[in-house]
């Protein structure tokens, strides 16, 4: 597998002092590996800190600015970030109204997390937490480390952003990040598997002829594989699962997300055969994202992820937003 | 056994996770995400430059540096779990110069209790905990009963091959691997695999120190 990196051991690193040379609206520290708007924290406001596995981008730091997070803690490649890290963020954006960790549910997140958070509490900053799980390719269940968090971690950021920046104290956006979630299923497949750069070779193997379904976004596995078929057949695998776990009727927030190596003609094809899948469920996609939002680096394959508007939910959707990653109405 | 037994392990550590990182990295590609071997060389390369610069008089002292850097360096699941479980029993063993081999078995006791506490794992769940678990027993009866380093380091590491050996037939239900569901079955855990090399560590050190 070609890489376009300079070592594995600095591909982390090297991104990041790219973003720093990018985007003047943030500040890097390198060394630490987290990413913050410029300017420090506003007094009172609710801090926003994720965080995750590097190799998912933009997710996370690509979503740091305006109306979405205050900062983003870098890990190495599919592996979450250590307390320290996430210590030093939670300091840095805390303004004095609190700060909510967005944790996507996958073991090593939530354990660096929740040390994070009982360090923050002994230096006395108030730390609420929600754990995306949004997954339906995972049965939660006590056989299981319950649902993984992953395309619905977008939404969650985006909204429960939107709502500190408005100066909503703590309990609220802790409890809007919630809601967002709870009204979220997503559903992944791959068509390829990705390159881990330390591994130098593919996760797993996947035949010319075969797709693997109900991925996460590590280059995991997934539940059962099944020969390669048009969109139309897999977009409708991909929405009869969310559609079994959740009725996709009513107005919905919907995105077509690429796993990294997906063009973009094969992404709008998709959401094509999202749409009339939908629409045919008596359902209204009243607000859609289609590109690479949550990504699994070089990975070929697409998630679906679906989430339930409320009136308020769309407003907070649509105001707003200054980031890397996403950017509209300022 | 003394601060300097204690350092001579994490150095065996580091040497036996660097030379075992590319088979403990394949494990975890079957079932996980792939980086489980380069994780803990990275880890416990870490420790060693920490363990370098520090002043750890006792053996307490050496495992807690070791626990803290872990968590401070490794991140993913098994930072925390592996601190922990070197935090855990740095703790059990307290500020003694010296220790024997009753505390070492209490010490690995808690280390156990701790890993499964944080990880709210039990016997079976195909996690660390199902080579970590029979080693604890086997190890703590064989110095119960007043065995020899030896035999109760053999005890050990027998005892942690077998355990890990034994989470290839398992369905996980902890951890990454558990969101394979049956297919997770047919292959070692990962953290059960270098949990027994970190077994086999301590015995070769102590090996090598009676010999």
């Known amino acids: 597998m070609k890489k376009l990196i300079n070592s594995p051991d600095t591909v982390v690193t090297d991104a990041l002092a790219g973003i720093a040379a990018a985007h003047s609206s943030l500040a890097v520290d390198i060394e630490n590996k987290v990413i913050l708007r410029a300017g420090g924290p506003r007094a009172g406001k609710v801090g926003l800190v994720s965080g995750g596995g590097s190799g998912h981008e933009p997710l996370h730091g690509g979503f740091v600015g305006y109306g979405m997070l205050d900062a983003a803690c870098a890990g190495e490649v599919f592996t979450s970030p250590v307390p320290d890290q996430m210590l030093f963020a939670t300091k840095a954006v805390s303004g004095g ?39 339906v390719a995972v049965q939660d269940s006590l056989y299981t480390a319950g649902r993984r968090g992953v395309g619905a971690t977008v939404f969650v950021e985006k909204i429960a952003g939107a709502l500190a920046e408005r100066g909503a104290p703590l309990a609220e956006v802790a409890a809007v990040a919630a809601e967002v979630n709870e009204r979220s299923r997503s559903f992944g497949v791959a068509l390829t598997s990705c390159t881990v750069p330390a591994a130098g070779k593919p996760t797993f193997d996947l035949s010319e002829q075969e797709i693997e379904l109900g991925i996460g976004i590590h280059g995991e596995p997934g539940r059962t594989r099944a020969p390669l078929q048009p969109a139309s057949a897999i977009v409708e695998i991909v929405m009869d699962a969310i559609n079994s776990d959740m009725a996709v009727d009513g107005d919905l927030l919907v995105m077509v997300n690429g796993m990294g190596g997906t063009p973009l003609i094969e992404l709008y094809g998709a959401f094509n055969e999202v749409s009339k899948y939908v629409t045919a469920h008596s359902g209204r996609i009243a607000r859609n994202l289609v590109g690479n939002y949550i990504t699994s680096l070089e990975m070929q394959g697409f998630s679906v992820t679906v989430c339930h508007l409320t009136d308020t939910l769309a407003d907070l959707w649509d105001a707003p937003v200054d980031t890397p990653g996403l950017r509209w109405g300022r | 056994m003394d601060a300097e037994f204690f350092r001579a392990w994490i150095a065996e550590i580091a040497a036996v996770v660097e030379v075992q990182r590319d088979h403990l990295t394949q494990l975890d590609s079957a079932i996980g995400d792939a980086d489980h071997g380069v994780n803990l060389a990275r880890g416990f390369s870490a420790v060693q430059t920490a363990l370098a610069a520090a002043d750890t008089p006792t053996p307490g002292s050496v495992l807690l540096l070791t626990g803290s850097t872990l968590i401070s360096k490794v991140g993913g699941a098994s930072g925390p779990l592996y601190g922990t479980w070197f935090r855990r029993a740095a703790k059990a063993l307290g500020d003694k110069p010296e220790v024997e081999l009753p505390d070492l078995a209490d010490a690995l006791a808690a280390a156990l209790e701790g890993v499964k506490k944080l990880g709210a794992a039990t016997e079976g769940d195909k996690t660390m905990v199902d080579a970590q678990a029979p080693a604890v027993a086997a190890f703590s009866k064989a110095v119960a009963e007043g065995a020899a380093a030896p035999a109760a380091f053999a005890a050990l590491t027998d005892a942690a091959d077998a355990g890990a050996h034994d989470t290839i037939e398992m369905q996980a239900r902890k951890g990454r691997a558990s969101y394979l569901g049956p297919r997770s079955v047919g292959h070692e855990d990962p953290g059960a695999a270098s949990s027994a090399l970190i077994l086999h560590a301590l015995r070769d050190v102590a090996a090598r120190q009676a010999g």
């Open chain 1, 97 to 135: 109204g609190g700060v909510l960790h967005i944790v996507k549910n996958y073991t090593g997140d939530v354990l660096n997390f929740q040390m994070a958070a009982e360090l923050a509490d002994d230096e006395g900053i108030e730390v609420a937490s929600v754990v995306v799980n949004d997954d």
